[in-house]
Nanobody, 124 residues
Framework: QVTVEESGGGLVQAGGSLMLSCAAS????????VGWFRQAPGKEREFVVA????????AYSDSVKGRFTISRDNAKNTVYLQMNGLKPEDTAVYYC?????????????????WGQGTQVIVSS
């Protein structure tokens, strides 16, 4: 069983930055792929990006490409999402999720362990 917990959300002005963290409980976390998703009110959960246990990243969603960067520190059992150039449309609850499969895709069903989410609000 893996427990993941997001942190780092908050209120920021448009153009600002935030770094989200996803901390995991399992010592085997380094072997899991981790994805970031987000969900805005009234919308479906949207895939943002994922990082494999090797550190290889998947393609970013078009909506965040060039602004967000995922990384991981396996020694700290933590995955990060650096968000720059934030826009009001980035407002959402951000979730991280760990997958047992080696190379999960963009569907939430491919991920096994989810955090509770952290709220990001970008004001205009």
């Amino acid at each position: 069983q893996v427990t993941v917990e997001e942190s780092g959300g908050g209120l920021v002005q448009a153009g600002g930055s935030l770094m989200l963290s996803c901390a995991a409980s399992a010592r085997t976390f380094s072997s899991y792929a981790v994805g970031w998703f987000r969900q805005a009110p009234g919308k479906e959960r949207e895939f943002v990006v994922a990082i494999l246990w090797t550190g290889v990243t998947t393609a970013y969603s078009d909506s965040v490409k060039g602004r967000f960067t995922i990384s991981r520190d396996n020694a700290k059992n933590t995955v990060y999402l650096q968000m720059n150039g934030l826009k009001p449309e980035d407002t959402a609850v951000y979730y991280c999720a760990a997958a047992r499969t080696v190379a999960p895709g963009s569907r939430p069903s491919e991920y096994d362990y989810w955090g509770q989410g952290t709220q990001v609000i970008v004001s205009s």
